[in-house]
Nanobody
Framework: VQLVESGGGMVQPGGSLRLSCTVSGFTWSDYAIGWFRQAPGKGREGVSCISANSHSTDYLDSAKGRFTISRDDAGNTVYLQMNSLKPEDSAVYYC??????????????????WGKGTLVTVSS
C-alpha cells in the first residue's frame, strides 16, 4: 500500500499550489481520501476530504473558498488545489485513505493508510 504526496514547495502569500496524492496497492475506488496537515509544534488537523464516489467533500473552515479537492479515478490520484495561501497554511501535508463510500471524514482515527507527507511553506 502506498500513498505518495507531491506538489509541495515554497510560495509567497497569495500564491497557489496543487498537491497530488497518488495511491496504489489497494482498491482505492472504495476509499475516501483525506488531506491533513501538521505545522511545527502543533497537532495534526484535517484540511479536506472527498468520498469514494466523489459525491461528498468537506473542508476545514479556514480552507473553504480557497482550497478545492478532486479525484481522478483513472489516475488513482486526488488533488488539493490551494489558492490564496497564507503563512498559517505552512505545514507538512499528508493524505490518507479511509473505507468510506458516500461520505468522507477528516477524523484521523478512521484513516487506514497514510502517506509520508509533503512540505508547504508560505512565506515572503
Amino acid at each position: 500500500v502506498q500513498l505518495v504526496e507531491s506538489g509541495g514547495g515554497m510560495v509567497q502569500p497569495g500564491g497557489s499550489l496543487r498537491l497530488s496524492c497518488t495511491v496504489s496497492g489497494f482498491t482505492w475506488s472504495d476509499y475516501a481520501i483525506g488531506w491533513f496537515r501538521q505545522a511545527p509544534g502543533k497537532g495534526r488537523e484535517g484540511v479536506s476530504c472527498i468520498s469514494a464516489n466523489s459525491h461528498s467533500t468537506d473542508y476545514l473552515d479556514s480552507a473553504k473558498g480557497r482550497f478545492t479537492i478532486s479525484r481522478d479515478d483513472a489516475g488513482n490520484t486526488v488533488y488539493l488545489q490551494m489558492n490564496s495561501l497564507k503563512p498559517e497554511d505552512s505545514a507538512v501535508y499528508y493524505c490518507a485513505a479511509a473505507p468510506l463510500w458516500d461520505m468522507c471524514s477528516v477524523d484521523a482515527n478512521v484513516m487506514n493508510y497514510w502517506g509520508k507527507g509533503t512540505l508547504v511553506t508560505v512565506s515572503s
